[in-house]
DNA sequence: CATTCAATGTATGAGCCTCTCACATCACTC
DNA sequence: GAGTGATGTGAGAGGCTCATACATTGAATG
């Protein structure tokens, strides 16, 4: 009959939209996205259970929203590290080892901004790390062959973010023992392979032909 | 009070459990991991909502066993193709294609396979997979510089582990596109890019020292 | 054979979750 | 200062997971 809302003092939250996103990675990060659950979130919010319907069609949508938000921090983080590293070659390199890094710190994060289910079904989602690509683009010119460059540079992005990601899910499920313990060693090899990778896709690089088919 | 079965002759089902992995497998081909419950697997196997709870411990034990179903048949397919496969560099790189072409045809079992919470907490998800580094382990060595072979030999299986799943994910959350559509393009690209990683991790390679340190 | 018993299935239900709907409250505009 | 749209509350329908008590059956045992 009453309707007071119970840990706050006005009806109104006043941002709740946001506080539930920055809720729902906090839970994440407690529990995986397996054991979230939006009555948990609008719990922790001191808001009552339909409350979040508000602002987020579904759970889904809510988490999708988290993720973005999770792009962005990335996105930052990013930036900062590697503005200052010298050739292209190395720049691409350190972002493979940067991502590892950044996963370990995140993780829940990243468990949703690559969950395979919310990628599939909320474009935004994908859009958001193409922005990364525009960002690493011009490097990946910088290092590829002259011939078809365009294609290939892009390519190259590919396989690198395929390697990074590929490195952090097994960094976070437990392959190398526990993630804390072994992020740098991890973080390390993928740069390497991304090292590795580069070259392979360089220029002068005999083994590897252009237009090369399959099989 | 009578307990009759409704969809089925006997009171027993014969082989409840083995049904239920084949139902699970293609509930998750249809609605993916997420819109997955046991009560529908029960449904659709004719029994009610509790039988499957004898033979399986929790809803992830289920999925577990279904996706050690799908490791299984991954390995049948993957002896299949790399066997005729010439040189070693060629049978690495092969190997990385043939692992997204299954991807796309096992769909959702892949979902599983390496759905994060799963296999951080179902070992023996983590050791079938293992069993395939030891399939693969052999064409590593011939291929790696001779120096430290042993724990280069490693580190190039678990960059190619990576980059296969980094492609598969992509492949899976339709950024190129339909996955039924792309999928020999994406193969294409996989193959590629893991025979510039090999190349990168090969014997006379200059641009990638041994032992290189991080950034 | 008759009996017992372990394995397997059924029925029921407690507790949680998602999402909906009617209604309460508030900030803002005209 | 009344109207209105956005935001929150409470109650509840329907579904799911998992536990528990009971029914059924095939196989071993005497």
Redesign the interface.
């Known amino acids: 009959m009453a309707p007071t809302p119970k840990g706050r003092a006005t009806y109104h939250h006043g941002d709740l939209a946001a506080a539930l996103v920055q809720t729902t990675l906090e839970i994440i990060d407690e529990v ?3 054991g979230f659950s939006v009555a948990e979130a609008a719990r922790r919010t001191c808001v009552s259970p339909g409350a979040p319907y508000r602002h987020f069609a579904d759970r889904d949508a809510l988490l999708a929203a988290a993720a973005l938000e999770v792009s962005r921090r990335l996105r930052a983080i990013y930036l900062e590290t590697a503005a200052d ?1 010298g050739s292209a ?1 190395e720049r691409l390199a ?1 972002v493979a ?1 940067t991502f590892v890094r950044t996963a370990a710190r995140y993780r829940g994060g990243l ?1 949703i901004l ?1 969950a ?2 919310l ?2 079904t909320h474009p935004e989602l ?1 859009d958001s790390t193409r922005e990364f690509v525009d960002l690493l683009l011009p490097s990946a010119f910088e290092v590829v062959a002259p011939g078809d460059a365009a294609v290939t540079a892009v ?1 190259l992005l ?2 690198l ?7 952090v ?2 960094l ?4 190398f023992g526990d993630p804390d313990d072994v992020v ?1 060693e991890v ?7 991304a ?8 220029v002068s ?1 005999g ?2 032909g252009e237009g ?4």
Do not use: M
């Open positions: 995986g996205v397996r590293v070659q350190t080892g468990d690559f395979p289910g990628r599939a994908r390519a590919d396989a973010h395929a390697l990074a990601r590929g490195y899910a097994q976070l499920e437990g392959k740098e973080a390390t090899r993928a740069t390497r392979a090292r590795a990778l580069v070259a392979g896709y360089g690089s083994p590897v090369c088919g399959d099989r």
